[in-house]
């Protein structure tokens, strides 16, 4: 391992540590062999002497260092420094500035599908900021912990792999985490692959599929039904992807039972396209011929679901709750629901159930409930072993999507870091991304047992509701919206324009669901009829029961 790499494994090597700078002096003098070759070239430099030998009128007096130290501190503003004491400046620039980028990158990042503002001015991340100029670009400098760089890089490739890992489609916000080995972790996912995975063409095949999917669904319905309230998912397809792919990923890691929360904007989407759901019994219920068995009855936008479907680990069990009006509140369920299965499976029951809670960008960082929930995530009473949360980020509340009117944080998602949840903000029009980075969070809630959130940044085709008229509250947002082709469309051309899709395929996706619709059922069931897992639950007995017959409720 590198002296640089050793040096950042170790924080206390940075700052104003003096205390240790006097201590480090010490053992120099003493006997200068016993500090490494960089600290010793750097003590023979303050002095002015040759550190051949121990004594030789060497100084002992601490005073003498502290106004060396103090004194180097202006030189800079000054005079020139020498030419050691420049480089050294130089490199502890650098590590400055990638620390930067990993604090600030997600400001900077491509996270807006509308384009809606310029990316702010961020000095920070600026080599400016630290004294480089042009001339200083092709100049080598030692990278640290940077793992999307080698040892020892230019100055020009920092800066592209810093921008390309932090200020791409993805901003992470991590660094904020005290578990060193959490940000190490985060930090070698990301910055190996500079936040873009090679995924093969049959995993983009399916990405697209997925899209097509969630995107001709709600138009179907929207043509099919018209004026019907259905809380569309326009705009935010790409969390059909961002669920599929938690799935897969929850199943190869030993997940086997999901619980999922959600409001209504985009139920009815996951209800088919995630759990399964027959869209003849979707449509059955649009038009009014499918019986409640609840005297009451309730919308269609609150039903909940339970299903088993295949992933790559095995079959799991996928419960969708029923929900409420009441934005948020059905998460403290949730999370009550999967602590129980947990206590039933045992002690690996937080490794196999897990909550998912899906959330709107305004109610979750308006909802008092959720504060209360993050409250008892880590309790030992309470705690799960870390939900993960996915956010459709539409970028507006109700009628409100001005940031100054409607909350008064950077994020809608700055409230989980109270429980220390990294967060990964994406472009909800990069698919490749969602995918990422939602495989990543699904690994990092099961190596670390804590919460963890993907915000999806998108954005809402049509109103609040479909009777709704967003042009009349939202205008300019609205033009913008107007004139954005979608993400499906977006995707098909960028993956036609790499060969992996032949020109007219998508067209022909969008066909072949359409069809499957039409005849109520699904392109691709996704759903296993014949697996009984050992903790299935035998309702049998309490369907058609009218809730006043009298039970036993004896303890």
């Known amino acids: ?30 006997n200068p062999a016993s500090v490494t070759d960089v600290w010793r070239d750097y003590f023979d430099r303050l002095q002015n002497l040759p550190g051949a030998g121990v004594g030789a009128g060497r100084d002992v007096a601490h005073a003498p260092v502290v106004a060396s130290f103090a004194q180097r501190a202006k030189l800079g503003t000054l005079r020139a420094a020498p030419t050691g004491a420049a480089a050294d400046k130089k490199q502890v620039a650098v590590l400055q500035l990638i620390n930067a980028y990993r604090f600030l990158g997600n400001r900077w990042a491509q996270l807006d599908p509308l384009k809606r503002s310029e990316r702010p001015a961020i000095p920070e991340l600026d080599p400016a900021h630290y004294g480089f100029t042009e001339a200083d670009l092709g100049q080598t400098f030692a990278t640290g912990s940077f793992a999307a760089a080698p040892e020892q890089a230019t100055l020009r490739e920092i800066l592209e792999a810093l921008r390309q890992t932090y200020c791409g489609t993805i901003g992470a916000e991590y660094m904020y985490l005290s578990e060193v080995a ?5 930090q070698a996912r990301l910055e190996t692959i500079r936040s873009t995975f090679p995924f093969s063409a049959d995993d983009k095949k399916r990405f697209l599929r997925l899209i097509t999917q969630a995107e001709t669904l709600e ?38 039972e ?25 449509f059955a219920e649009f038009e009014g011929k499918k019986a409640s068995v609840l005297s009451a009855g309730d919308v269609k936008y609150h039903m909940g679901y339970s299903s088993d479907v295949a992933t790559p680990g095995g ?27 947990q206590v039933r499976r045992g002690v690996n029951g937080k490794a196999e159930a897990l909550p998912v809670l899906i959330h709107g960008d305004a109610a979750v960082a308006g909802q008092g409930v959720n504060q209360e929930m993050l409250n ?31 909350r008064s944080s950077l994020y809608c998602t700055d409230l989980f870091k109270m429980v220390e949840a990294p967060i990964f903000h994406v472009n909800g029009d990069d698919p490749e991304a969602v995918a990422l980075v939602t495989q990543i969070a699904m690994e990092f809630r099961q190596e670390f047992k804590k919460d963890v959130v993907v ?12 009777q709704d008229e967003p042009m009349v509250t939202q205008p300019l947002m609205y033009k913008k919206v107007a004139q954005h082709p979608g993400t499906r469309k977006l995707y098909a051309d960028r993956l036609e324009a790499q060969g992996v899709i032949a020109p007219g395929d998508a067209e022909r996706k969008i066909k072949d669901y359409r069809a499957a619709l039409d005849e109520g059922r699904h392109l691709i069931d996704p759903v296993i009829t014949d697996y009984h897992s050992k903790f299935a639950i035998d309702w049998t007995p309490h369907v058609n029961v009218p809730y006043t017959e009298k039970c036993d409720t004896t303890v």
């Open 1 to 30: 391992m590198s002296l640089m790499k050793q040096m950042l494994g170790n924080s206390y090597l940075f700052g104003a540590n003096a205390p240790f700078i006097e201590e480090l002096y010490e053992s120099y003098l003493e």
């Open 219 to 256: 138009r179907y319905l929207h043509t099919k039904y018209v004026g019907q309230k259905r809380f569309s998912l326009e705009g935010g397809e790409s969390l059909i992807l961002a669920m599929d792919q938690l799935i897969r990923t929850a199943g190869t890691v030993g997940v086997q």
């Open 258 to 282: 999901m619980v999922i929360g959600m409001a209504h904007r985009g139920r009815l989407n996951v209800l088919v396209n995630t759990l399964g759901k027959q869209p003849s019994m979707l």
């Open 376 to 406: 008892f995530s880590q309790t030992r009473g309470y705690g799960t072993g870390g939900t993960v949360h996915l956010i459709v980020n539409n970028q507006i509340g109700f009628t409100t999507s001005d940031l100054r009117d409607y």
């Open 182 to 186: 959490q940000k190490r972790w985060i």
């Open 455 to 466: 915000d999806i940044v998108c954005f809402r085709k049509l109103g609040h509701n479909e």
């Open 315 to 341: 079959p799991m069990h996928l419960t969708l709750a029923f929900n409420p009006s009441h934005l948020e509140i059905v998460n403290p369920v949730v999370a009550g629901s999967v602590y129980a299965r």
